[in-house]
């Protein structure tokens, strides 16, 4: 099996089972039944497979070749830069009266500069 091929798998996998976490877990706290004391680990449950994610993408870049590598890492660094640009001039517009954005708008974002980064990089050394 292919390095793309295994990394697309083992990341669908923990994709996955964030999704089915995400589920349980907004189910499990929207019943009422989750005595207080439970409700911040339970809320929190869905991290778990997050932190896999963090070893698929880890194990992912070690397999890579050195080209590939750097074309990962400006794309990284791309995507690290734009999203930190987007939400600190966000907070300023904040300050002018637009609406507060929930911290889960972070991660999309920076995952949507890392592809574009990522497409940016293989048109330069493609």
């Not at 999704?19 to 907004?26: Q, Y």
Request: proline share 5%; with cysteine.
């Amino acid at each position: 099996m292919s390095n793309g091929r295994r990394y697309v798998m083992e990341l669908s996998a923990t994709m996955l089972a964030y999704a089915l976490l995400l589920v349980g877990m907004n189910k499990a706290l929207s019943s009422g039944w989750v005595p207080e004391g439970l409700q911040i680990p339970i809320a929190l449950l869905p991290m778990l497979p997050c932190l896999l994610v963090v070893w698929v993408i880890m194990r992912h870049i070690r397999r890579l070749d050195e080209m590939q590598r750097r074309m990962q890492f400006e794309a990284l660094a791309f995507g690290f830069a734009m999203t930190a640009l987007l939400t600190f001039a966000y907070g300023f517009l904040e300050n002018k009266g637009l609406p507060r954005l929930s911290m889960h708008v972070v991660w999309p974002a920076m995952s949507v500069f890392w592809v574009l980064g990522y497409v940016m990089a293989c048109r330069r050394y493609g």
